[in-house]
């Protein structure tokens, strides 16, 4: 029996698995990232770029077809020589899956179990990524025993295709049907990057007021060579965003959205932002939501919390 091993058959087994650990994340990305939009925490906010879909998407168009081709030229190799199974590289590498699959399911089983004996809410989105955790790894952890125990026939490994081919096509397109296509994306972008530039400005008008006890009359007034601050435009259509001076503490600051702001998770933004309309705080993330269309975002500034600065 010939077992010698080449340093092609070497990384082909390592590549393999490289790749399955890769896309098996992604694929999890992916489905969670679907679940956290489908059914959002309640009371938690967060913005667009949280739920992007687009690398892990990327990485399953690579990493998946890669995958099913070299896992072919290793059966293939298996064919030719049924002794190349006996490779300590190959057995190694499906039992470190086994195990790091075995122990995912038996953690998967444990967190049910506890919230449940905790008296913990099972939300349907915590029920769905439990779900999504046991089909994944458990499909994986089913598929590595069959191979071990050299039960992956021509109609059983096809079966396992068809099972893998259906869950990654079909978790993309759900992932595109709930959180939008490309396009829809870009929009999204765009968006985030307006509310960026008017928290940004807001702050900067703040300062201004800090340091001159007013407000200012145009945008134009904020650039200040010396600090560095080059007002931003909408990124989209290189046009100055609109400000108004409502009163002598109070202002207005307006955009053009593409998409109406919704809530989604645990909030990822820290910069500070309006708490209302009658002051400026911390931490409200709900202040920036928004409709499609041309929103304007009225503040009006506490002089306690913002006192003008001695000259």
Request: overall charge neutral; glycine content about 6%.
């Amino acid at each position: 029996m010939n077992t010698k091993m080449t340093a092609k058959d070497f990384f082909l087994h390592i590549a393999v698995i490289a790749l399955l650990y890769t896309g098996t994340v992604a694929l999890l990305n992916i489905l969670f990232n679907v679940i956290n939009v489908a059914f959002p925490q309640v009371n938690q906010y967060s913005y667009y770029d949280s739920t992007s879909i687009s690398f892990p998407v990327a990485t399953l168009i690579v990493v998946f077809p890669l995958f099913l081709f070299l896992a072919n030229l290793l059966r293939k190799g298996y064919i030719e020589d049924p002794s190349r199974k006996e490779y300590y590289v190959r057995k190694w590498l499906i039992y470190i899956t086994l195990f790091i699959a075995g122990g995912v399911l038996a953690g998967d089983l444990v967190v049910v179990i506890y919230y449940f004996l905790d008296g913990q809410e099972l939300t349907t989105g915590f029920i769905l990524k439990i779900l999504s955790v046991l089909v994944v790894t458990g499909g994986i952890f089913g598929y590595y025993l069959d191979d071990l125990k050299d039960r992956l026939s021509g109609t059983r490994r096809n079966i396992w295709r068809v099972v893998a081919v259906v869950l990654v096509l079909g978790s993309i397109i759900v992932g595109f049907g709930v959180l939008g296509t490309p396009q829809t994306q870009r929009m999204l972008r765009y968006d985030s990057q307006k509310i960026s530039d008017l928290q940004n400005i807001q702050w900067q008008i703040v300062n201004y007021w800090q340091q001159k006890g007013a407000l200012p009359l145009s945008l134009e007034n904020l650039q200040d060579p010396i600090s560095g601050f080059i007002l931003p435009t909408d990124p989209q259509t290189q046009k100055s965003y609109e400000y108004e001076k409502t009163g002598t503490s109070s202002f207005k600051l307006c955009a053009e959205f593409n998409k109406e702001s919704q809530p989604m998770g645990a909030s990822i933004l820290s910069v500070p932002i309006a708490e209302s309309p009658s002051k400026l705080n911390y931490n409200n993330n709900d202040n920036w939501q928004h409709k499609v269309g041309l929103e304007c975002f009225s503040r009006t500034i506490d002089k306690e919390l913002y006192p003008v600065r001695p000259k």
